[in-house]
T-cell receptor
Framework: GAGVSQTPSNKVTEKGKYVELRCDPI?????LYWYRQSLGQGPEFLIY????????DSGLPNDRFFAVRPEGSVSTLKIQRTERGDSAVYLC???????????????FGEGSRLTVL | AQKITQTQPGMFVQEKEAVTLDCTYD???????LFWYKQPSSGEMIFLIY??????QNATEGRYSLNFQKARKSANLVISASQLGDSAMYFC?????????????FGKGTKLSVIP
């Protein structure tokens, strides 16, 4: 498909477990972003990749959260020792260096819904 | 710090009527961009419209227009001729220019319901 792809679409896990969420951005997009959307809230920034490196990880809530993008394309968000408060929809987005009409528009996936029991 | 406020948790509009979704923002940055995204039940955020802080004219994209009032720090979205498919969550967002310009700050959203 031509859009941003995220897997799994739904993940239910138990408190204390480790989870990985995958994002496959639009081909050719060098910028990749992770956002977290809690119930009733707008998305909140987690981390931004330009190519393979994390240019800004200031939104990661704590050291249980980590993300990688080893080849500058697919990214994985990793959450260790999950807590019930981690339950949310995790959205991935990508963009070219300059967005459509130079707006910096982000192209989002449908998200991965994480539920921690 | 940037902040987006959307004061309408939910809105109803009759099909074919126009509706305005409110958005106010707060920033100390001299240059910034304002966005509206639509989020249907599928969860994907869909870009609707963009307004740059130095743009002289209000942005328009088809049935969407952005009523930008810089002095009031408001960026309301106007949807004309509402359709049933417009029922969704709508988020206003801001992006600063320059350093850190890749981050979007979102409001809490407004749920729009279009009534047949």
């Amino acid at each position: 498909g031509a859009g941003v792809s995220q897997t799994p679409s739904n993940k239910v896990t138990e408190k204390g477990k480790y989870v990985e969420l995958r994002c496959d951005p639009i081909s050719g997009h060098t910028a990749l972003y992770w956002y977290r959307q809690s119930l009733g809230q707008g998305p909140e920034f987690l981390i931004y990749f330009q190519g393979t490196g994390a240019a800004d990880d200031s939104g990661l809530p704590n050291d249980r959260f980590f993300a990688v993008r080893p080849e500058g394309s697919v990214s994985t968000l990793k959450i260790q020792r999950t807590e019930r408060g981690d339950s949310a929809v995790y959205l991935c987005a990508s963009s070219p260096i300059t967005g459509e009409k130079n707006t910096g528009e982000l192209f989002f996936g449908e998200g991965s819904r994480l539920t921690v029991l | 710090a940037q902040k987006i406020t959307q004061t309408q948790p939910g809105m109803f509009v009759q099909e074919k009527e126009a509706v305005t979704l409110d958005c106010t923002y707060d920033t100390s940055d001299p240059s910034y961009g304002l966005f509206w995204y639509k989020q249907p039940s599928s969860g994907e955020m869909i870009f609707l419209i963009y307004q740059g802080s130095y743009d002289q004219q209000n942005a328009t994209e088809g049935r969407y227009s952005l009523n930008f009032q810089k002095a009031r720090k408001s960026a309301n979205l106007v949807i004309s001729a509402s359709q049933l498919g417009d029922s969704a969550m709508y988020f206003c967002a801001m992006r600063r220019s320059g350093a850190g310009s890749y981050q979007l700050t979102f409001g809490k959203g407004t749920k729009l319901s279009v009534i047949p």
